[in-house]
Nanobody, 123 residues
């Protein structure tokens, strides 16, 4: 199983980025992909989750109304559109794959991880 994350970069505060995560090499019909982030000196935290089965989503409170998660099931790809970025959004963003039904907001609920993509928001 592989997860390929991309889309990170350097952006000024107020700018936008779109992250992509494509999963391959698995056969589960039901899966969820989540984005977590880890800032320097902090624990990895959930950002947003997407379930391919029913399109269910979850957002952590700090990104509601700012980030939008969506999925393209035919490509096993999930996107995270990040708008109005703030310096506090600076982190390495990781995508995780859960090869079972349902969304989990804890990292232990995910079976596989991508390599991470760095998002840096300058003030």
């Amino acid at each position: 199983v592989q997860l390929q994350a991309s889309g990170g970069g350097l952006v000024q505060a107020g700018g936008s980025l779109r992250l992509s995560c494509t999963a391959s090499g698995f056969t589960s019909d039901d899966y969820s992909i989540a984005w977590f982030r880890q800032a320097p000196g902090k624990l990895r935290e959930v950002v947003s989750c997407f379930s391919n089965s029913d399109g269910a989503t979850h957002y952590t409170d700090s990104v509601k109304g700012q980030f939008t998660i969506s999925g393209e099931n035919a490509k096993n790809t999930v996107y995270l559109q990040m708008n109005s970025l703030k310096p506090d959004d600076t982190a390495v963003y990781y995508c995780g794959l859960r090869t079972r039904w349902g969304i989990r907001v804890d990292k232990d609920g995910y079976d596989y991880w991508g390599q991470g993509t760095l998002v840096t928001v300058s003030s």
